[in-house]
């Protein structure tokens, strides 16, 4: 049975193209196209529905350290508050997942998990939850993202009780809405600068419907979400990362804590950060025509296959066809050439940073 979000009518009103994403019914784009909805973001500002992200409340005694067993973050002396990015490992240092954690108080941390991947999250945690803490999944509520310059001024107003321009980034405050709880987390997954909502499923039409009354809001699809995060170098699960990659190989290395690595995966990891890995997450610049996809294979000079694309794509904002992938760790420095085969023809390409802008996040 495909899933609805608590938008889903909305997204219909607007005359969006759907698609079957992670089992639920998503917008992909509205009439407006990828495109510009993309540029909409990058220079004014766009909103999301992520709701069909899995959304989860763990409290008790000393849950940073359970959340220190499962991740390579440090947690116990993380600020009330503050959100992390980090990684659920298995034993053999692979990623189950990306997340975000907030800590809210030092008994109750919030997470958030991609859709695709809620299912095998929830069930990873709770075969490893201790029994003085409790999983609550919170699947009465939505995830609305806004995102780009304009974002502030354009929620702001709807919640005149927090000053949404000074919260800092990568940190969470609790409001209400219509008199229930909401939580605002400044972060994205643009590049930009934004905010996530977690809000009530009865109260997110309203916010959604506010929000599109602002002239500088636009609504955006998973279509531009896509390009949005692939141009800000942005990894997405079950494409750059999965249970096969480790943190040191896909770039996170800075997600992992250097003092201990008394977690699960740990002793891999930490013979890796010390040691290297034979392959590494990179950024590739096209630099002859040609749209590459993922699976696509990166070749050196002499036609020897030495890595693979993950996530391709054609970037708006910076006008040009880029990707990300890995490849093996001799062909990592920025400006090597490779070869990207494609269809007959061999297209020049370059490695280059992950992120292909600039973040405009508030740091």
Known sequence: MTLKTSLHSCHLELGATMVSFAGFDMPIHYPTGIKEEHIATRTSAG???????GQAIIEGSDVAQFFMNITPSAFA???ASKAKYTVLTNPDGGIIDDVIITKITEDRFFIVFNAACKSKDIAWMKQHLPHNLTFTELDNRSLIAIQGPK???ALEPLFEGHNLAQQEYMSLAETT???????????????EDGFEISIANEDAPTLWNTLLENDNVN????????????????????????????PIEAGLSWVVRKKDHQFIGGDIIAQQRERGTSRKRVGIELLDKGIVRANTPVENQSGVQIGTITSG?????VNKAIAQGYVQSDYCNEGTEVIIPLRGRKLLAKITNFAFITPNTKT
């Open 151 to 153: 974002a502030v001024s």
């Open 177 to 191: 809405y219509n008199n229930n709880s909401v939580y605002i987390s400044r972060l994205g997954y643009t590049g």
């Open 47 to 53: 909103i999301f529905d992520v709701s069909h992200m």
């Open 77 to 79: 002396k993380t600020p």
């Open 313 to 317: 794509g054609f970037g708006p904002t």
């Open 219 to 246: 609504q955006v699809g998973l279509g531009a979400r896509d390009t949005l995060r692939l141009e800000a170098g942005y990894p997405l699960y079950g494409q750059d990362l999965d249970d096969t990659t480790t």
